[in-house]
C-alpha cells in the first residue's frame, strides 16, 4: 500500500505530527529516521496509526504515492541540507519537499534555489504550538510556489489547529461563507522563505511577549512584595481582559505550581537562567539589517544571554549599591534568595539549594496595602499591555518591510489570523491586528489603528510609572525600558539623531539632509566651514 505523505525525522515533533497526519480519514503515512529502531519503535508503541516504516530514502521514494510529499522534521542546518540532498537524488520533478524545521529564512531560499533546476518543488513552513501543537493542531505557515500551496493545503490543513470565527477574507475557498464555526490555522505566506520569515518574527514577538511577563512578575514580587501563588491569581484576572492569552493562562499555572518535593514555589526552585534556540537573535538580526527598530524584541534576546552569563553574574553580585527588596522571606530571605540566584547563574545550584531550604515559609515583605497596591497592581497591568501592543507593532512592521524587499505578497490580516489558535502567541490582542489590517483602508503599520492608539493613550502614564518603580528599587526591566524607549522615540518630532548625523559628517563626511530645505549636503569642516551641495 501507498503512503500519501512521508514524515522525515520521527523526534518529538516529527512522530507528534506524523501521529496527526495517521488520524486524519483514508490517509496513510510513511516515516523515516536514519536511526532506523526509533522509527519502528513509534510504529511499536502507536499501532493504530499503520505507518509505513521505510528504511533509507529510496524505500521511501517507492512507497509515496505521486506526486510524493515528504516533509522535513529534522534539525535545522547540516542535517537539513543532508536530507534534501538524499531526496534529490530519489524524487522526481513535480514532487515536494517541505521543511518543517526552524530553517533561517535565507537557507531556505538558497535551497529553493538550487533545487530548481530539478523541478522538484520545495517549501518552508513554520510551525508553531510546541508538540502538543504538532499532534493535536499546530499554525502553519507556509512558504512556497501558490502551485506547491494548492497540492500541500488538503494534507495540511486537517492537520492544523482551528480558531472559531469567520474564515480570513483573502480566503476564496472559504471567504463570507456563513460563519462558519472555526477555520484552520494555516495559510499560503508567500514565495520561498516567507513562511520561515514570519515564524521567525513570530518567536521574536513570543521572546519579547515572555521577557515583559517575567518583568511584570518580578516588579509584583520583588517591588510590591506579593508571593508567587498571589500573583499567579492576578495573572488568572488579567487572563480574563485584554490580556488574554496562551502565555498569560499558563504563566498562572507556573506560579501556582508548588514544587512536590521542597514544598516550595515552583518558580523559585527554577535556576535562573533562560535558554534560546536563537529565532530570537534571528528577529533582532534581520530587523537590523532591514532597518526596522526591534528594540524590544532585542532586549529579551540580550536578557536571555544576561540570564546565561554564569561568570559575569556572580561578579556582579560584589557591585556596589543598595541591595533590593526581594522575594519572600523578609530582609535576610532577601539575601539568601539574591545569593541563591547568584549561585545558581554561576553553576552552583547544589548548594544554592541548599542555602534556600530555610525559606520554606512564605511570608512578604512590606508592601503598599488597600487602594494604593491594587493600583500599582493595575499600573503594571497596563504596562504590560502597552509593551505587548508594542512587540506586535515591532514585529508586524518587520514583516511588512521584509515583504516589499523579499517581493513577498504578504496578507498581514490574514497572517494574524493563523496565529490565532495552535501557537504560542495566540491572544485576544491578535483579533484587534485581524480587524486592523482587514479592511479596504488598512493602516501602513498598526500604529496607525485606533484600538493601538487607545492603548497608548491609556497606558503610557502606566508604563512611566511602572519603570520608575523599577528603577527606585533596582529592579531589571529591559523589555518596559526599551518600550518606553520606544515609544517616546516615535512620538518625537526631534530627538538625538541629528546631532549624530552631524557628527558623521564632521568626522567622515557622510553628508546630511537640511530641515529648511531639500538636498544633501556637506560642510568643509577641516577648511572654512562652508557648506556644499552635492
Known amino acids: 500500500m501507498e503512503a500519501d505523505v512521508a514524515v522525515i525525522g520521527t523526534g518529538v515533533m516529527g512522530s507528534n505530527l506524523a501521529r496527526n497526519f495517521a488520524r486524519q ?27 509505513i516504516v521505510v528504511s533509507d530514502p529510496s524505500d521511501l521514494a517507492d512507497r509515496l504515492a505521486g506526486p510524493r510529499v515528504a516533509i522535513l522534521m529534522v534539525n535545522a542546518g547540516p542535517a537539513t541540507d543532508s536530507a534534501i540532498a538524499d531526496l534529490a537524488e530519489v524524487f522526481a520533478p513535480g514532487d515536494i519537499i517541505v521543511d518543517g524545521g526552524n530553517s533561517h529564512f535565507q537557507d531556505t531560499i ?28 499546530a499554525s502553519l505557515m507556509v512558504g512556497g510556489t501558490s502551485a506547491a500551496w494548492q497540492r500541500l493545503r488538503p494534507l495540511l490543513e486537517p492537520v492544523a489547529a482551528r480558531a472559531e470565527g469567520m474564515a480570513p477574507a483573502d480566503d476564496p475557498a472559504t471567504a463570507h461563507d456563513a460563519a462558519p464555526a472555526s477555520y484552520p490555522c494555516v495559510g499560503h505566506i508567500g514565495e520561498d522563505g516567507a513562511g520561515h520569515f514570519v515564524k521567525m518574527v513570530h518567536n521574536g514577538i513570543e521572546y519579547a511577549d515572555m521577557q515583559l511577563i517575567a518583568e511584570a512578575f518580578t516588579l509584583l514580587r520583588d517591588g510590591l512584595g506579593m508571593p508567587p501563588r498571589e500573583i499567579a491569581e492576578v495573572f488568572a484576572e488579567w487572563n480574563d481582559g485584554e490580556l488574554e492569552s496562551y502565555l498569560v493562562e499558563i504563566t498562572a499555572e507556573v506560579l501556582a505550581h508548588v514544587d512536590e518535593t521542597t514544598g516550595r514555589a515552583f518558580v523559585d526552585i527554577v535556576a535562573d537562567s533562560a535558554q534560546a534556540k536563537g529565532t530570537g537573535a534571528w528577529t533582532a538580526q534581520s530587523g537590523l539589517g532591514l532597518g526596522v527598530p526591534v528594540p524590544t524584541i532585542a532586549e529579551a534576546v540580550f536578557s536571555r544571554s544576561l540570564s546565561a552569563a554564569a ?45 534556600a531550604a530555610s525559606a520554606a515559609e512564605e511570608s512578604a515583605p512590606s508592601s503598599p496595602g488597600g487602594d494604593e497596591r491594587r493600583d500599582r497592581i493595575d499600573e503594571v497591568r497596563r504596562a504590560l499591555l502597552l509593551g505587548k501592543v508594542m512587540a506586535y507593532v515591532q514585529g508586524f512592521h518587520e514583516i511588512s518591510v521584509a515583504a516589499r524587499e523579499y517581493g513577498w505578497e504578504i496578507d498581514l490580516g490574514g497572517l494574524a489570523s493563523i496565529w490565532r489558535a495552535g501557537c504560542i502567541i495566540r491572544a485576544r490582542l491578535l483579533d484587534r491586528v485581524i480587524e486592523a489590517f482587514d479592511t479596504e483602508s488598512a493602516p501602513p503599520t498598526l500604529l496607525a489603528d485606533a484600538y493601538v492608539r487607545d492603548v497608548a493613550g491609556r497606558c503610557q502614564a502606566a508604563l512611566r510609572s511602572t519603570v520608575m518603580l523599577a528603577i ?56 572654512d566651514r562652508s557648506e556644499i551641495e552635492l
Open 472 to 527: 527606585e528599587k533596582g529592579i531589571a526591566v529591559p523589555g518596559l525600558a526599551s518600550t518606553l524607549s520606544y515609544y517616546d522615540g516615535l512620538r518625537a518630532s526631534a530627538g538625538s539623531a541629528a546631532l549624530i548625523q552631524a557628527q558623521r559628517d564632521r568626522f567622515g563626511s557622510h553628508t546630511y539632509e537640511r530641515t529648511d530645505r531639500k538636498g544633501t549636503f556637506h560642510t568643509l569642516w577641516s577648511t
Open 311 to 355: 561568570d559575569l553574574r556572580a561578579e556582579g553580585l560584589g557591585l556596589d549599591g543598595p541591595v533590593p527588596s526581594t522575594p519572600p522571606g523578609g530582609a535576610a530571605a532577601a539575601g539568601d534568595a539574591a545569593a541563591t540566584r547568584g549561585a545558581a547563574a554561576a553553576g552552583g545550584a547544589a548548594s544554592a539549594a541548599g542555602n
Open 25 to 51: 480519514p483514508g490517509r496513510r503515512v510513511a516515516i523515516y529516521d536514519r536511526d532506523v529502531t526509533r522509527a519502528r519503535k513509534l510504529a511499536e508503541d502507536f499501532p493504530d496509526a499503520e505507518f
Open 110 to 137: 538558497a535551497r529553493g534555489r538550487r533545487l530548481a533546476a530539478t523541478g522538484i518543488e520545495f517549501c518552508g513552513v513554520g510551525i508553531s504550538g510546541g508538540e502538543a501543537g504538532a499532534l493535536h493542531g
